[in-house]
């Protein structure tokens, strides 16, 4: 499966930004998705993510709130709306796919298809 992000930029704090990202190559409905973000000096972790059929979410509590994952099953993309952005939240963010069988267990799935990264900059 292929990703491509898009949507990243500069914005100032208190703002709103919407990714979003494409996936092709094999069958949507059959992927869980989720969102990353990477900052420099730091581990990529994971923010959100949703399962096939989108009535399943997690949210890290660091983005809990404030930002929003959802998926179309019928144009094959996942956004995340991001509300209320932080100078914290400054980082490159990555879109993720998991081939799964079950719903369950979003937030501690492996997720092992990537897509590039999109730069998210919130000034103060």
């Known amino acids: 499966v292929q990703l491509q992000a898009s949507g990243g930029g500069t914005v100032q704090a208190g703002g709103s930004l919407r990714l979003s990202c494409a996936v092709s190559g094999r069958t949507f409905t059959d992927y869980a998705l989720a969102w990353y973000r990477q900052s420099p000096g730091r581990d990529r972790g994971l923010l959100t993510a949703?399962?096939?059929?989108?009535?399943?979410?997690y949210y890290s509590s660091s983005v809990r709130g404030r930002f929003t994952i959802s998926r179309d099953n019928a144009k094959n993309t996942v956004t995340l709306q991001m509300m209320n952005l932080k100078p914290q939240d400054t980082a490159v963010y990555f879109c993720?796919?998991?081939?799964?069988?079950?719903?369950?267990?979003?937030?501690?799935?492996?997720?092992?298809?990537w897509g590039q990264g999109t730069q998210v900059t919130v000034s103060s």
């Open positions: 949703i399962s096939r059929n989108g009535r399943h979410t």
């Open positions: 993720a796919a998991a081939r799964v069988y079950s719903d369950q267990d979003l937030g501690i799935r492996e997720y092992d298809s």
